[in-house]
């Protein structure tokens, strides 16, 4: 079993910057070989993918994967000796309001976009931007 904790939304202005952490614990974890990714979900919409990236196996680990509504705007890294996953946003929009969440997955050649594939879950964070 996982646990995993996000940190670091709250309300910022149109075009500033936040930063998203994630700390992953659990009895047996090797966070490392993990696919770790990052969704939203803004009220009335469906849970929305963001961006993921690889775990440390044979697979080209740390490899990333972004939506288009993201890319170039938001950056996602791990450091796994500190078991975390982050995702730098900036130029954020009113419309990138939403409760931010953190999940991990197993392996895959592929990393995931979709979110019945992510094993573990976090609580949720909220990003508020306003106009």
């Known amino acids: 079993q996982v646990q995993l904790v996000e940190s670091g939304g709250g309300l910022v202005h149109n075009g500033d910057s936040l930063r998203l952490s994630c700390a992953g614990s659990g009895s047996g974890l090797t966070f490392a070989t993990y696919t770790m990714g990052w969704f939203r979900q803004a009220p009335g919409k469906e849970r929305e993918f963001l961006a993921t990236i690889k775990g440390a196996t044979t697979w080209t680990g740390g490899s990333t994967v972004y939506s288009d509504s993201v890319k170039g705007r938001f950056s996602i890294s791990r450091d796994n000796a500190e078991n975390s996953v982050y995702l730098q946003m900036n130029s954020l929009k009113p419309e990138d309001t939403a409760v931010y969440y953190c999940?991990?997955?197993?392996?895959?050649?592929?990393?995931?976009?979709?979110?019945?594939?992510?094993?573990?879950w976090g609580q949720g964070t909220q990003v508020t931007v306003s106009s």
């Open positions: 999940a991990a997955d197993r392996p895959r050649f592929r990393p995931s976009v979709n979110v019945s594939d992510y094993l573990f």
